[in-house]
């Protein structure tokens, strides 16, 4: 008998695969790539909404990703008198079903933020808040296997980060995006995942508020099994008004990866490459695409978290605290 045991124990130790339930995909993801598309977005200068910079930008990010084998479709809109632009890349075999990664392209057209005065009304280069998502993107665009491609569509946002600047709203390039969706479109949208300052080289990305929460764990999973807890913090982080809002808005899951609280060069003059590294990107890249992988075999669905509203309470909780009042009024 305990020859059998033996056998087996020796089976057993010469099992080459590890025992763990650790995924086997390995992401290809590089980081010194992505910190490469964040560097030339950079080299146009400070790219704000209507200016000849973002046109620059926008000719470039539409020809990286063409050249990775997407189909670009540009998505024109007027705001304020501004012409804007956002920027739609697809698979050539796209599934209806999908997930949205977004990230905007603009930058602030002022450094309010800036401790010297002088520099507030002069505009940010947005190496950090704007390149960094975008060059996720990008990277992902390069990296993602075939089989993966069919699940995903890039936007890249326009208008996003001049709020409060000259009247103009915050968010406006993916609001515009949202209300254009069909109903068909829309409930066809598995999740929307926005890359939005993930550039810091001290990253650190709590739980934003606002996301879903069903979603969120997905990714703090797949981030903690590549091992990068350190970065994907299980802490609750910002209730962040970004380019997630209006798809949360139209009942779709939507997570904002974010670094939080903001670094402390955010809105001024100093958010260039300097402050950010390829490991960051290469950890948030990473994650994306080990997460994309998992989902191509379209297991999991994302059910989106209507938030408790106002009106909830007024039309169940007022009506029994006064149905409960009149029961006990009447029983003195
Ligand atoms: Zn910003």
């Not at 080299?43 to 990703?65: A, H, M, V």
């Not at 949205?100 to 507030?120: K, S």
């Not at 609280?261 to 990473?286: I, M, N, Q």
Request: with cysteine.
């Amino acid at each position: 008998m305990h020859r059998y045991f033996i056998f087996i124990l020796l089976l057993i130790t010469l099992n080459p695969r590890p025992i763990s339930n650790q995924t086997s995909y390995e992401p290809i993801f590089d980081g010194n790539s992505a910190f490469e598309y964040l560097e030339a977005q950079c080299s146009f200068g400070p790219r704000p909404p209507g200016s000849d910079n973002l046109s620059k930008c926008r000719e470039y990010i539409t020809d990286q990703i063409e050249s990775s084998g997407w189909v670009v479709e540009l998505q024109n809109f007027t705001y304020r008198d501004t012409k804007c632009v956002n920027i739609i890349a697809k698979s050539q075999n796209p599934n209806q079903s999908r997930f949205v990664l977004g990230a905007h392209y603009d930058t602030r057209p002022l450094a309010d933020q800036d401790p010297a005065i002088e520099n507030r009304t002069l505009p940010v280069l947005g190496a950090n808040d704007g390149a960094s998502g975008v060059a996720v993107l990008l990277e992902l665009a390069n990296s993602l296997p075939e089989k993966t491609r069919s699940i995903v569509e890039f936007v890249f946002f326009d208008a996003e980060d001049s709020g409060e600047i000259n009247g103009w709203d915050w968010i406006v390039g993916s609001s515009k995006y949202v209300d254009l969706l069909s109903e068909q479109e829309r409930t066809a949208i598995r999740g929307m995942i926005l890359a939005d300052m993930v550039g810091d080289e001290s990253l650190r990305i709590p739980r934003e508020r606002f996301s879903t929460d069903s979603l969120q764990n997905r990714i703090w999973e797949k981030a903690d099994t590549l091992g990068y807890s350190d970065v994907f913090l299980d802490t609750a982080g910002g209730s962040i008004i970004d380019d997630h809002r209006p798809f949360i808005d139209a009942g779709i899951p939507a997570v904002d990866l974010i670094h939080y609280p903001f670094p402390w060069y955010w809105h001024t003059r100093e958010d260039t490459p300097d402050k950010c590294s390829g490991d960051s990107l290469e950890a948030v890249g990473s994650v994306l695409e080990s997460f994309l992988h998992e989902q191509q075999t379209g297991i999991t669905s994302f059910l989106p978290e209507p938030p408790i509203q106002v009106e909830w309470l007024v039309v169940i909780v007022v009506p029994v605290i006064a149905a409960m009042t009149i029961i006990l009024y009447r029983r003195r």
